[in-house]
Nanobody, 121 residues
Framework: QVQLVESGGGLAQAGGSLRLSCAAS????????MAWYRQAPGNQRELVAL???????EYAESVKGRFTISRDNAKNMVYLRMNSLKPEDTAVYYC???????????????WGQGTQVTVSS
């Protein structure tokens, strides 16, 4: 019913930048929170950044000042601009969204498949 597809991952050098994109598709009526999570090998999945429908944002302390999350409600897209990348940012990055589909009475949570980000020192 709803698919989240990430793109933009890859290899970057420390100090470099990458921009992740996530496209949501399906019978979408509305989207509440949209977020990026990441999971490094051996670690739990953690919240990186979140943006609500009103545009308010929240960031993990480790990425504040370096990463910027944004969304385009008309296109059902969410982005993550990552600057000043560090080797410890290496992880699989997942898109997440609370979506209400047509005919539903509440939002449900969806995940993308993930995109690998690797930062070399």
């Amino acid at each position: 019913q709803v698919q989240l597809v990430e793109s933009g991952g890859g290899l970057a050098q420390a100090g470099g930048s990458l921009r992740l994109s996530c496209a949501a598709s399906g019978i979408i009526r509305s989207m509440n929170s949209m977020a990026w999570y990441r999971q490094a090998p051996g670690n739990q999945r953690e919240l990186v950044a979140l943006v609500l429908s009103d545009g308010s944002t929240e960031y993990a302390e480790s990425v504040k000042g370096r990463f910027t999350i944004s969304r385009d409600n008309a296109k059902n897209m969410v982005y993550l601009r990552m600057n000043s990348l560090k080797p410890e940012d290496t992880a699989v990055y997942y898109c997440n969204a609370d979506v209400r589909i047509w005919g539903a009475t509440s939002h449900m949570n969806y995940w993308g498949q993930g995109t690998q980000v690797t930062v070399s020192s």
